[in-house]
């Protein structure tokens, strides 16, 4: 089994990292998904775990393209932020999508949030940063599980109902 792991092991990251930091931004945005999807939000968990898995191999593909060329001097420029950059504005263009304008109301705003979200908490696992993903995970997660009850104890609707609204 090392001898697998060995085999897809990269310059930077080692194979067993990699299916790590894979694993958990998939795992992560599955949960933000799945709150999004029980509420019949306009997409399911399975976006959300693309948007972070390929965000978190944007991610690895940059640290490694930055090891393959570091040496090579001024010919070749590796600017890691871009990709942060790119990465979070396609994913916005992907939650812009989920916003919708139904009568006097904005919906759809959390889940185009958190779309977003997921793309960056897979570039903070794709860069290594494990304490950061998990963070944004748990102020994501708790900010839609609170918000849940706050927009039902408030307003006197579920998240599901205010959704519907026309």
Known sequence: MDYIFDELSLSIVSGRELLLRVGLAMLFSAVIGLDRD???KPMDFRAFMIIAASSCILAVMGQELYADYAHVGDPVLVDLSKIISGVMTGIGFLGAGA?????DDVV????GASI???GAIGL??????YLL???AFIA??????????SVRTVRGETDEERGKAS
Request: proline share 0%.
């Open 38 to 40: 029980r509420k019949k």
């Open 99 to 103: 916003i919708l304008k139904r009568g």
């Open 108 to 111: 759809g705003t959390a889940t």
């Open 116 to 118: 977003w979200a997921s």
């Open 124 to 129: 903070a696992l794709g860069f290594g940063f």
């Open 133 to 135: 993903g998990l963070m």
């Open 140 to 149: 994501v997660s708790l900010t839609l599980i609170v918000g849940g009850f």
